[in-house]
T-cell receptor
Framework: DSGVTQTPKHLITATGQRVTLRCSPRSGDLSVYWYQQSLDQGLQFLIQYYNGEERAKGNILERFSAQQFPDLHSELNLSSLELGDSALYFC????????????FGPGTRLTVT | EDKVVQSPLSLVVHEGDTVTLNCSYEVTNFRSLLWYKQEKKAPTFLFMLTSSGIEKKSGRLSSILDKKELSSILNITATQTGDSAIYLCAVEAEGKLIFGQGTELSVKP
């Protein structure tokens, strides 16, 4: 158990819908990272927040957005969902702003039908 | 375009064998290289290598960073069936982690 929690574990929804994934980092960690893992694209970095501020952006689509709240939990919002958005979404946390040792949550399995 | 390439993509060995996994990278403003092990769930952190720490060892696992060759290796000695997993290499560059496609290691009894 890494100490990072993610909810929900599984999510099934239809195309065109909007979903919110939630992540709570390890106690004391200020950085939260979001990743997408699909079979054909491997693990892709989406976005990082540090202490409430966006710090780095990766291959995140415009239909996706994220935020980190004052209590440091983070939410990833996915809208206008497409079949290709079906994937495992991981959240990870680390103590500092750099990559350092990132601890991954168990992931949210999103299935878009 | 930044990229991280791992080889081989898959590997099958027998218990007790020694394996070497490779990772090469081409990124702008390299900061660190990280190795992760992914079994059926989330990746778990193994090592982080930077310019100031180019060799790390933990039990049967060890890793070396070669900044001149822009590459790293992960060695696992006396492999066990519990080492079966996907091993991911990631490079931190400009605040982002770029992952390789992973090496799937299968250790047969």
């Amino acid at each position: 158990d890494s100490g990072v929690t993610q909810t929900p574990k599984h999510l099934i929804t239809a195309t065109g819908q909007r979903v919110t994934l939630r992540c709570s980092p390890r106690s004391g960690d200020l950085s939260v990272y979001w990743y997408q893992q699909s079979l054909d694209q491997g693990l892709q970095f989406l976005i990082q927040y540090y202490n409430g501020e966006e710090r780095a952006k990766g291959n995140i689509l415009e239909r996706f957005s994220a935020q980190q709240f004052p209590d440091l939990h983070s939410e990833l919002n996915l809208s206008s969902l497409e079949l290709g958005d079906s994937a495992l979404y991981f959240c990870a946390s680390s103590e500092g702003q750099g990559a350092y040792e990132q601890y991954f949550g168990p992931g949210t399995r999103l299935t878009v039908t | 375009e930044d990229k991280v390439v791992q080889s081989p993509l898959s590997l099958v060995v027998h218990e007790g064998d020694t394996v070497t996994l490779n990772c090469s990278y081409e990124v702008t403003n390299f900061r660190s290289l990280l190795w992760y092990k992914q079994e059926k769930k989330a990746p778990t952190f193994l090592f982080m290598l930077t310019s100031s720490g180019i060799e790390k060892k933990s039990g049967r696992l060890s890793s070396i960073l070669d900044k001149k060759e822009l590459s790293s290796i992960l060695n696992i000695t006396a492999t066990q069936t519990g080492d079966s997993a996907i091993y991911l290499c990631a490079v931190e560059a400009e605040g982002k982690l770029i992952f390789g496609q992973g090496t799937e290691l299968s250790v047969k009894p």
